[in-house]
């Protein structure tokens, strides 16, 4: 076996570390929500990193673990449902398989819905891998009175099958001890399929097998395909894969047959032949299951049906969500601001503490200032707010209740030409826009990915809310906070619609598993928790101290009342505000949630209604709340869409702030003349 | 089949039946061209159809001969040998038989797409007539058999599936494009599979179980998929077997 690491161009993806001696590489793959993530995490503990895989936006996480003293090497693969080369996921998993990275694939399924769930482990069997079947969530199954024969799945499938019950760990130590005997042969070939599908598929095969045996054409033939069965090439060139037909177009004629095996079995049954072959998967599976799998109780409607008749009514549903989206915010803030207000006292002594330690006052001014400050206010801001919104959102996602949400609002994310799916991200925005737009990658095309990512760049996070409501909310009213949000709903909607009309592709719509909803276990929560919050420790923290470095070096150097005083003419007449907050503005893209503390330091008084209007205050809480996103932002926009996107976003928004904030000073202006 | 010339001089405005006016022909000379030629066959064939011998004054009661020279066209379907006259009745030789009825296959095609796109039945039939000239038979043939099988699953009671009620479906059609139907076909709603309407939403999604599972389809993805209600588990109709 090859090292998976250096034997193709994915060594990049891990190069950022893990044990290098591992012995044998297990993939875990499978439907999206059957536990993968769970197994993982059970496997590896914290010993695990994640890295990209090169040029595509998917994540692939890597751990290695002990067992009974062997190293093994795990990796997760992004969730699917096929094989085909449609999205980037399934053309990275499908890579990774076909080019023998793993020496054993397990392959996660949930056996609540084992039907579909073996439409992927057929593909799987025809690749040939050697494989395992997971039956996870066997403590669901049983609740809902189902009782699977893992004996006639394995018999069936000609793989083993070992059930586990991965959120209590129940069953993992024997799928690893089981996966381990695999790794030594690679199975025969899968389930048969219908007769004409068969023949079809010997004809391709035979075909590619004389151009590879026939030297003159042998060589259109890639070395990365060797390992592969010449039936999973046969299927994919019927299916009339572009990927595969791609990479054999040299290999002789063989692209050609099969288009003509193609049509002749597209001319028997009047649809095309990857609807055909798909259908005869499902048949497949469908007998599988139905003979492994057998209903012990018959119950009525389960409580999750019931709820579900309630969650997504047409009416009800939506108070449901209202209830949600309120309870939801409420405890983050309550919590948030609880825990905010703790810290903060914390280190303030700390801080008194620290510099009645008589260092030299040059030295102390620039550790406290420049770096401690910044790593603290990076605490402050991701663990209180952070903490409550991830273990929220875990829940919501383990619970399948944000599946709902995408279903309900889905009409509505329509519009902007995004589908349900979208109003995660964009929700996720009023909580912290980094993970908004990390989490846009849970839609599948590019152009999805980066009209939701730039919408949920211009809701108002929660630092951004912070200077919304402690300026606006606190000094002008309730109503005028309100009002902003308001604004700000619609100028999303317009930029979305923009964004809709002229980027090119167009709008496909949702097509999305609902989730059985069911009571998440919460050490799962807790763990996924830990992880998000690693991420983003890792990921933004750095970006949170350079830039609290660069903000003391240049107010060190006094380089910022220039600056202010050269801009006073169009801070003061074109948006109305005092010269000294632009100081504040400019200091907000590097951190926006000190906005409101800098404004503070610039005015010298945190009694905001003292020293500005109403007017002044709501201009700059509209220009906080739509002007770049901060550095961070910038910095996954970067990472998720590249550099030329995340400059072009970020200065639009600049502008569209900008101009929204003279103009809403100039209306101002001319009512309060009016009245 | 170019006709040779023959002079003739009508005016002639009529208003079509879709409302327009047209001025056919205004003291022009008049040639008899393919589509008069190909029209009397049709004519004459659908006489035969009807059992009946058409005569000269039948023809030119016809309305799709209408402003036609019929007189004219008749001598030179005689001259060309694709009718024969005798006394007063005209009647197709074989040859004008085979292209009578080709032309008259094309018409009803055509008449029957424009009639299911919705088009009023006379102005169904006039742009029938016009299109009857142009088309090719082997694509009439085709789209023929198309036609029937999709009227047949309209008869069966096929809807898109966002009309669709809660109850048991096979898919009948996937009108989409090819990426949503591979991914559609992965998540295991190919054409003829089964699949449960749990719920809509108004103008928003509908929750299907397919294969045991449950999906949610955007509105626009459930217009573009054609449900046929499923009578029983038994019979698996294929719309296309
Ligand atoms: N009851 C139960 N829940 C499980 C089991 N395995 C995973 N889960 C839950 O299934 C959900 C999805 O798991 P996850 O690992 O995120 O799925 P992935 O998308 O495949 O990575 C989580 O809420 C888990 O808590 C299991 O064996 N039993």
């Given at each position: 076996m090859k090292d998976p690491l250096t034997?193709?161009?994915?060594g990049g993806a891990f190069a950022?570390?893990?044990?290098?001696?591992?012995e044998t590489t297990f993939a875990l793959v499978g439907?999206?929500?059957?536990g993968k993530s769970v197994i993982f995490n059970a496997l590896t503990g914290m010993n695990q990193t994640i890295g990209n895989w090169p040029g595509k936006t998917v994540e692939l996480a890597q751990g290695a673990f002990l067992f009974r003293g062997k190293r093994l090497r795990v990796i997760d693969l992004p969730g699917i449902y096929?094989?085909?080369?449609?999205?980037q996921e399934e053309l990275v998993a499908r890579d990774f398989l076909a080019g023998r990275m793993a020496d054993v694939v397990i392959d996660v399924v949930d056996s609540t819905v084992l039907e579909r769930n073996l439409y992927l482990a057929l593909q799987l069997r025809e690749l040939q891998v050697p494989l395992v079947l997971a039956l996870n969530l066997t403590d669901l199954a049983s609740k809902e009175g189902l009782e699977i024969d893992a004996d006639v799945l394995s018999m069936e499938l000609g793989v083993p099958v070992v059930k586990t019950a991965a959120a209590s760990g129940k069953g993992l130590e024997e799928l690893v001890a089981v996966a381990l005997t695999c790794s030594l042969g690679r199975p025969g070939p899968g389930p048969r399929y219908g007769r004409e599908v068969e023949e079809a598929v010997l004809q391709v095969e035979e075909a590619l097998a004389a151009a590879i045996a026939d030297p003159v054409t042998?060589?259109?033939?890639?070395?990365?395909?060797?390992?592969?069965?010449t039936r999973f090439i046969a299927i994919k060139l019927l299916e009339g894969d572009e990927e595969m037909e791609h990479q054999l177009?040299?290999?002789?004629d063989v692209v050609q047959i099969a288009h003509t095996v193609a049509g002749k079995l597209e001319a028997v049954h009047g649809h095309d032949a990857a609807g055909v072959i798909a259908s005869e998967r499902y048949a497949v599976a469908g007998r599988i299951s139905a003979e492994a799998v057998r209903r012990v109780d018959v119950t009525g409607r389960s409580t999750g049906e019931r709820l579900d008749s309630f969650l997504l009514h047409k009416v009800l549903g939506w108070f449901a969500l209202a209830v949600a989206l309120f309870a939801m915010f409420g405890i983050i803030f309550i919590v948030g601001d609880k825990f905010a207000g703790l810290l903060e006292e914390l280190f303030e002594w700390w801080e008194e503490a620290f510099f009645a330690l008589g260092l030299h006052p040059g030295w102390s001014d620039f550790l406290w200032r420049g770096i401690v400050h910044g790593v603290l206010a990076g605490v402050s801001i991701a663990l209180p707010y952070l903490v409550p919104f991830y273990l929220i959102l875990s829940f919501l996602e383990n619970s399948g209740y944000l599946a709902r949400m995408a279903f309900l609002t889905d009409s509505i994310m329509h519009r902007l030409?995004?589908?349900?799916?979208?109003f995660i991200p964009i929700f996720l925005g009023y909580g912290c826009t980094v993970p908004a737009v990390l989490g846009?990658?849970?839609?599948?095309?590019d152009r999805d990915r980066l009209i939701a990512g730039i919408l949920a760049t211009l809701i108002p996070c929660s630092a951004r809310t912070v200077v919304i409501l402690g300026l606006v909310g606190a000094f002008v009213g309730f109503w005028a906070a309100i009002s902003l949000y308001i604004i700000n709903l619609i100028i999303v909607f317009i930029v979305g619609r923009i964004l809709n009309k002229y980027l090119p592709g167009d709008n496909v719509g949702l097509i999305m598993e609902m989730p059985k909803l069911r009571t998440p276990a919460w050490r799962v929560s807790l763990k996924q928790t830990w992880f998000r919050l690693k991420d983003f420790v890792i990921f933004a923290f750095p970006i949170i101290v350079a830039g609290s470095l660069v903000l003391w070096g240049l107010e060190r150097l006094g380089w910022l009342d220039p600056v202010a005083s050269a801009l006073a003419p169009f801070t003061e007449t074109?948006?109305?505000?005092?010269?000294?907050?632009l100081i504040v503005l400019v200091f907000g893209v590097l951190r926006k949630e000190l906005a409101l503390i800098m404004l503070a330091t610039v005015l010298g008084t945190t009694n905001f209604g003292l020293v500005l209007s109403a007017r002044e205050m709501f201009v700059f809480a509209l220009i906080v709340m739509l002007y770049v996103p901060c550095v961070s932002t910038i910095a996954v926009m970067r990472r998720e869409y590249g550099a030329k996107i995340a400059a072009l976003v970020s200065a639009g928004e600049v502008v569209v702030a900008l101009a929204l904030g003279a103009l809403v000073n100039w209306i101002w202006n001319l009512v309060a003349a009016i009245v | 089949m170019k006709a040779h010339t023959l002079s003739y001089r009508v005016t002639l405005t009529r208003i079509s039946t879709c409302g327009r006016i047209e001025?056919?022909?205004?003291?022009e000379t008049r040639d008899i061209c393919r589509e008069d030629c190909e029209e009397a066959m049709e004519a004459l064939y659908r006489f035969e159809r009807d059992g009946r011998t058409a005569t000269l004054s039948d023809l030119m009661q016809e309305p799709d001969l209408d402003g036609r020279p019929v007189a004219d066209i008749v001598m030179e379907l005689a001259l060309n040998g694709q009718v024969e006259l005798s006394g007063d009745s005209v009647s197709l030789t074989p040859r004008g038989r085979d292209i009578g009825h080709r032309i008259y296959s094309r018409h009803i095609l055509a008449e029957r797409l424009l009639r299911a796109l919705g088009l009023r039945e006379s102005c169904a039939h006039e742009e029938a007539c016009r299109m009857e000239h142009i088309l090719d038979d082997e694509a009439v043939a085709e789209a023929t058999k198309r036609l029937d099988r999709f009227e047949t699953m309209l008869d069966s009671g096929v809807q898109r599936l966002a009309d669709a009620s809660p109850g048991e479906y096979h898919v009948a059609f996937l009108a989409t494009g090819r990426t949503q139907r591979r991914r559609l076909e992965d998540m295991g709603?190919?054409?003829?599979a089964q699949l449960r309407v749990w719920r809509k939403q108004p103008r928003g999604p509908v929750e299907v179980e397919a294969h045991g599972a449950r999906l949610a389809l955007g509105r626009g993805v459930a217009t573009k998929i054609l449900v046929a209600p499923h009578l029983n588990s038994n019979s698996d109709t294929q719309l296309d077997s």
């Open positions: 034997a193709t161009a994915a950022n570390g893990g044990p290098a001696a591992a439907n999206a929500n059957v096929s094989l085909s080369a449609y999205s042998a060589s259109g033939f890639p070395d990365e395909y060797a390992g592969v069965p177009t040299s290999l002789g030409g995004l589908h349900g799916k979208a846009t990658r849970i839609m599948e095309r074109v948006l109305g505000l005092p010269a000294v907050t | 001025t056919l022909m205004q003291d709603i190919g054409q003829g």
